[in-house]
């Protein structure tokens, strides 16, 4: 399996993202740019230039027509995928930490971090008809959820809730219409740095600094698996097809590592079987922790960044597919 | 004379300042208390016989050695978490006790593995039995370092915090003889206190300051323990009296270490022999330096060797006692290059010759074969050596091995010859398996090289074995040394055979670094059997086995017939195998079940709660769009020519 290795970003990478059909791949970093990429060969599509600061996380519609992507320099901005075009942009108060478009497309909610007196909000806005007219700069709705800073977050099944990750290592069902808190379940013994959906949005998956990743049953919150490792987890993606795998990621922090060995920091991308709890095998190659997951919608092949300013796209081989765990 | 303090603290001051303070030769003052005259007068006249305590029985301290499968135990640390496991090979340990915060620094075991030392701020105390219940506990505040005698009758405990011994209603075992001393020295059964020593007053700047432990070294009799002054005295006392050895210490100018010989042995009408110890003084003035073999109670001198041009020697016996081999740090005239000898005493022969072995590198590492005749040195001529700092870089070295040529007939001297120098090494020490025959070289401490190599000095070849080479013929021992495999294991700092001489433990604690702390078990072949990572892992230790209880006739027996035994372990292995495995796939097939079953009903659930949204079902589920299939089409020109076709 030898990587493509996509080298369009001069800092770390904070988070990547596939399309629907998967034939695009879409990665933001530290170093303000936003860049879209052709899955199958690495080629660069081109990219969405506007953002002043570290760009935190991005998210692409159903129908691949929108991206939206939200910054460290306070502002949210959606874009039109084939022509790099913004077409909005929001301004916030602080930076934005998380984005994600609903099922169905017509709002986004968007995660902005408390800082300097400034509350931490969650934001629904409509983006409806997006591609076409002009978008309102007034959310649906805002909230300032209580409690601990949220990390992460994304929509429910059928919109019905946003599942929020939070600094303290607990998750939190919101309702997306009164911003409150349904419940909320300790997880993890640290803060969550990703947390990704099922297809179906009935499970998710989450990683945390306290080195373990889990799946979760979404409508109760309760722990189904426990994935644990021996390092500070980044990023955890659930395999949608062919295998039932979990992929998981991370490394000790920069400031942790103490030798320059890439061994030494476990900069690898763990497989998992979701089922069984097992682990299956490893891919290296970054020589920095991993920042990112993404696996492509069919399952045929996946793709990390890195905090050392590379994304790689692995396609599996052939006896990936043919694997069988023994039963 | 009366004299009357303000309070009562003054007073005992007083009488501990003043009390036998000596006035002259015959005069000695004595002072006590007006109170202790009442104390004194009140005790009463009748003896009153103690209560006799119930009989509780106690559980078998051995019960672990009763184990069917004939397992060895270990302790692991790790956290602050302690667990005894019994080795499962190649399957994850099974627990046999665990408990959280049972220590707060290390753990230890006692030299024949019935009592698993803890150590706590007020002492330590000792684990056993079958259901791990606190047998006994000693009381010595800031114990740090413990060392049991060699039967584990006795249990000498030091701490750096020097014994006060409280005024008032104290009632812990320490008496006021006992203030101010560091080193005490219990009765393990009865957990009497047998006397405590003051700690030796640290060196001079230029000498070792650190602690060399054990202070008190025992003989293996247990009759005697002795410790050395560095510089001037070794002083033996007696056990379990406590008393000096002949009331006096054996003055020897200079005297810088001793060893005990690990055996007394027997003479020929089957009483045990004196024990022995060997010490050495470096080079005073005009006087060499010297190696001189003491016999103990008698205090013979029996062997003295000089030695010229002395840096530092190193006293290693044989385990049985048979050689003591000394291993001296040379310097040239010029004082510049440092090169080592050994010295090998042969004890058991008439009048103990002395065999040098010339090593023209400096020794890394030294040891013997347990019980065998054979010895492995590891040495080197690595200009970055500096023995101030070991392990500061990864030196080039070489591993040699060394046998004891018996010689033919009566008349050619035995002498110690090399089997084989493997050169171009890393390895820096050695562990030999406790039964001997096969050895690990290892590459400890290392910032870069975790090299691990399993060697076996008795391999068979197998178209000699299929030969049969006739005994007593020419043999090169060589042809028997064979390197049987050689592994990793990333950050390793300690290494140990288990006490069966089967598997081999290494282990990487958070006490020297927090790279991939865990443990890995190999096999004496250097197979890797298990491996366990562990967060904060500190220690692992295999428990000791007594000695065996079988006669030599029946240990050759079972070495005999080992056919028809391993015949019946592989079957045992062959079903234990399988019923794991069977079991696994059970586990296994169970969780796939209660996952299918988990999502029919969720599956079920989401359709008909997008049917009561009113959302189209299908709408989720509209992903089976036929793939696209991207046809790409690379053409590169390598070369272009043109040429004119006539």
Known sequence: MRPILLQGHERSLTQIKYNREGDLLFSVSKDHVINAWFSHNGER????????????????????????????????????????????????????????????????????????????TVQIFDVQNGA???????????????????????????????????????????????????????????????????????????????????????????????????????????????????????????????????????????????????????????????????????????????????????????????????? | MFIEFENAEQANLAVK???????????????????????????????????????????????????????????????????????????????????????????????LGSYLTTFHAQGVALWGGESWKKIIRFVHPGVKLIDYSPNERFLVTWSNEPIVVPEENYDGPFGPEDEGNQIVIWDVKSGALLRSFPSLAPQAPSGRSTVSWPVFKWAPSERYFARVTPGSQISVYEAPSMGLLNKKSIKVEGVVDFEWAPT?????????????????????????????????????????????????????????????????DRHAKNKKITYSNLEIFRVREKDIPVEVVEVKESILAFAWEPKGERFAVITTSDPNFTAAVPGSTTLKTSASFYYLDKGKGKDTLQSFKVIKTLTGKSCNTIFWSPKGRNVVLATLRSQTVWDLEFYDLDFEPLESAAAKVPTGGEKDPAAYLQLLSSGEHYGVTDIEWDPSGRFVVTS?????????????????????????????????????????????????????????????????????????????RQRRRQLLEEWSNWRQRVEADLVSDRAAAGQQVAAATAEDEEAEVVDEWIEEVIDEKEEIVA
Not at chain 1, 67 to 81: M, P
Not at chain 1, 92 to 118: C, H, I, N, W, Y
Not at chain 1, 161 to 183: C, K
Not at chain 1, 223 to 240: E, F, Q
Request: proline share 4%.
């Open chain 1, 45 to 120: 599509l081109g990219t969405y230039d506007g953002h002043g600061g570290a760009v935190w996380t991005v998210d692409v519609n159903s129908s691949s027509t929108l991206l939206i992507s939200g910054s460290a320099d306070n502002t949210a901005k959606l874009w039109d995928v084939s022509n790099g075009k913004c077409l909005k942009s929001w301004e916030f108060k602080t930076a934005v930490r998380r984005v994600q478009f609903s099922e169905g497309d017509k709002m986004v909610l968007l995660v902005t971090e408390p800082r300097m007196g400034f509350p931490a």
């Open chain 1, 132 to 327: 076409t007219e002009a978008v309102s700069s007034e959310p649906l709705y805002i909230f300032h959820p209580e409690g601990p800073k949220i990390t992460v977050a994304a929509w429910g099944p059928l919109n019905k809730y946003i599942v929020a990750g939070r600094e303290n290592g607990s998750v939190a069902l919101i309702d997306p219409q009164t911003g409150d808190i349904i419940s909320t379940n300790m997880i993890h013994e640290a803060t969550l740095t990703d947390l990704q959906m099922s297809t179906d949005r009935t499970y998710f998956i989450t990683s945390s600094k306290d080195k373990s990743a889990k799946i979760i049953e979404t409508e109760s919150l309760e722990v189904l698996k426990t994935y644990t490792t021996d390092t500070p987890l980044n990023s955890a993606a659930i395999m949608p097809k062919v295998q039932e795998f979990v992929v998981i990621g991370g490394g000790q922090e920069a400031m942790d590592v103490t030798r320059t060995s890439s061994r030494q920091g476990k900069f690898e991308c763990r497989f998992w079987h979701k089922i069984l709890e097992e682990e299956v095998g490893r891919v290296r190659g970054h020589f920095g922790p991993i920042n990112t997951i993404a696996i492509h919608p069919d399952g045929r092949s996946f793709a990390s960044g890195g905090e050392d300013g590379y994304v790689r796209v692995h396609h599996f081989d052939d006896d990936f597919f043919t694997f069988k765990f023994q039963i």
């Open chain 2, 17 to 111: 300042l003043i009390d036998g303070f000596k006035m002259d030769k015959s005069h000695t003052l004595a002072v006590n208390r007006f109170t202790d005259v009442e104390k004194y007068a009140a005790v009463e006249e009748e003896f009153h016989a103690p209560a006799e305590e119930e009989f509780i029985e106690k559980e078998h301290i051995r019960s672990w050695l009763a184990d069917e499968m004939g397992r060895d135990q270990m302790v692991v640390y790790r956290h602050n978490e302690v667990q005894v496991l019994w080795n499962m090979q190649k399957e994850q340990p099974q627990i046999a006790h665990n408990k959280s915060h049972w220590t707060e620094t290390y753990v230890q075991w006692s030299p």
């Open chain 2, 264 to 328: 007394s042995g027997t003479d020929k009408s089957g009483k045990v022999k004196d024990d022995m110890l060997a010490y050495w003084t470096p080079e005073v003035d005009n006087q060499p330096a010297r190696v001189t073999l003491l016999n103990i109670p008698a205090q013979d001198i029996i062997r003295t060797k000089n030695l010229f041009n002395v840096n530092d020697c190193k006293l290693h016996w044989q385990s049985q006692g048979d050689f003591l081999c000394v291993k001296v």
């Open chain 2, 508 to 584: 990487a604690s958070v006490w020297r670094h927090t790279m991939e702390n865990g443990y890995q078990i190999w096999d004496f072949k250097g197979q890797m059997l298990y491996k366990e990572t562990l967060e904060k892992f500190k220690q692992l230790v295999w428990r000791p086995r007594p000695k065996t209880l079988l006669s030599k006739d029946q240990i050759k027996n079972i070495r005999k017939n080992l056919r028809d035994y391993s015949i019946r372990f592989e079957e045992q292995d062959m079903e234990s195998s399988s019923l794991v495995s069977s079991a696994e």
